[in-house]
C-alpha cells in the first residue's frame, strides 16, 4: 500500500520513521487510539478502541454515541497512538521524559455495514484485549451484531517518532 507523505517530524528528525513495518509494530502495541476530528467547525479527541486488520483501522462504538454518527458520515481524521516502554528519570526536572514509540495516522472514516466484517473485526479485537480467553467467549447474535457500529479508517499518511529506536 502506498501512502501520501506530506508531513514530516521536524523536531528530532532522527528519531523519525516513514516505515509501514514500523507502524505496524506501534499498533499491534497500543491498546487505544485517540480520534480526532471536527464536528460543526468544533475539534473534538476522543479515546476510543481500535483493532489495525489488514491495512486499515477499525473502530467500534455505539451506533448511537456522537463520535461513531460522525465518523459514519465520512470524515478526515486523525488518530494518534502512544506505546510506553517506560519513564526516563533524569536529575533535572527539566529532563524527565517517557521511552516511547508513537504514531500520528491521517485518513478517511466510513461506515462498515456488512456483519461478515464485522464479526471478522470483533474476533481480532478480542484476540487483541483477551489473546486467550476470547476463544471461550459467547459469539454475538444476529441483534447484538446490528447493536456495533464499525467505522473503517483508511490510512491517507502516517509519521512515527521513537525515544525508543525502530529496531523492534
Excluded at 532522527?14 to 480526532?36: F, G, Q, W
Excluded at 468544533?42 to 456522537?66: A, C, D, W
Aim: glycine fraction near 4%.
Amino acid at each position: 500500500m502506498e501512502f501520501t507523505q506530506k508531513s514530516k517530524i521536524k523536531r528530532y528528525k532522527e528519531r523519525a520513521s516513514y516505515n509501514e513495518n514500523d507502524l505496524n509494530y506501534i499498533l499491534s502495541k497500543t491498546l487505544y487510539c485517540n480520534v480526532s476530528f471536527c464536528e460543526d467547525g468544533q475539534p473534538t479527541i476522543i479515546p476510543m478502541n481500535f483493532v489495525y486488520f489488514e491495512k486499515e483501522i477499525y473502530i467500534h462504538g455505539s451506533p448511537e454515541s456522537r463520535i461513531i454518527k460522525e465518523l459514519s458520515k465520512g470524515k478526515n481524521i486523525a488518530l494518534s497512538f502512544v506505546y510506553i516502554e517506560n519513564i526516563a528519570k533524569a536529575e533535572s526536572l527539566c529532563n524527565y521524559s517517557m521511552n516511547y514509540a508513537s504514531a500520528v495516522v491521517f485518513g478517511h472514516s466510513s461506515a462498515v455495514l456488512d456483519k461478515n466484517i464485522k464479526m471478522k473485526i470483533l474476533i481480532e479485537l478480542g484476540k487483541k484485549v483477551d489473546p486467550e480467553g476470547y476463544k471461550n467467549a459467547i459469539p454475538p447474535g444476529e441483534n447484538e451484531i446490528d447493536n456495533v457500529a464499525l467505522v473503517r479508517v483508511d490510512i491517507e499518511e502516517f509519521s512515527l517518532k521513537s525515544r525508543i529506536g525502530f529496531k523492534f
